[in-house]
């Protein structure tokens, strides 16, 4: 498993799992969720993140995925993840200035050209 931030794609993050089933997919979901889920549980939808929980012997971060064939749930060391969020993705797009970059007219053209 691999995360992918892209400074174009500024909210998202990519969580790939290169040489795996291709059924497994490529799951984008938000920058900030990811943030949230080392500090506390997050998600409410199909991806849900919880840091560890040493009162359960938890000592990984949860990465819960859940999709139409069913629900997945894979613990990650936490340090490498925190390691990697802020030096691959917070220190290029600090938080609260991911829309900075944004060009808003080129996507307000492409939402009202239907692209």
Do not use: N
């Amino acid at each position: 498993m691999r995360f992918v931030y892209r400074v174009d794609e500024p909210f998202a993050v990519v969580m790939e799992f290169p040489g795996s089933d291709p059924a497994v997919g490529i799951w984008e979901f938000s920058r900030d969720l990811l943030w949230k889920g080392l500090h506390r549980p997050a998600g409410t939808g199909d991806v849900r993140i919880s840091p560890p929980c040493r009162c359960h012997g938890r000592r990984q971060l949860r990465i819960t995925l859940r999709g139409d064939d069913g629900t997945a749930s894979i613990d990650v060391p936490v340090g490498p993840v925190h390691s990697w969020l802020h030096e691959q993705s917070l220190v290029r797009v600090p938080r609260g200035s991911e829309s900075q970059p944004v060009d808003w007219d080129a996507e307000l053209t492409r939402l009202v050209e239907g692209g």
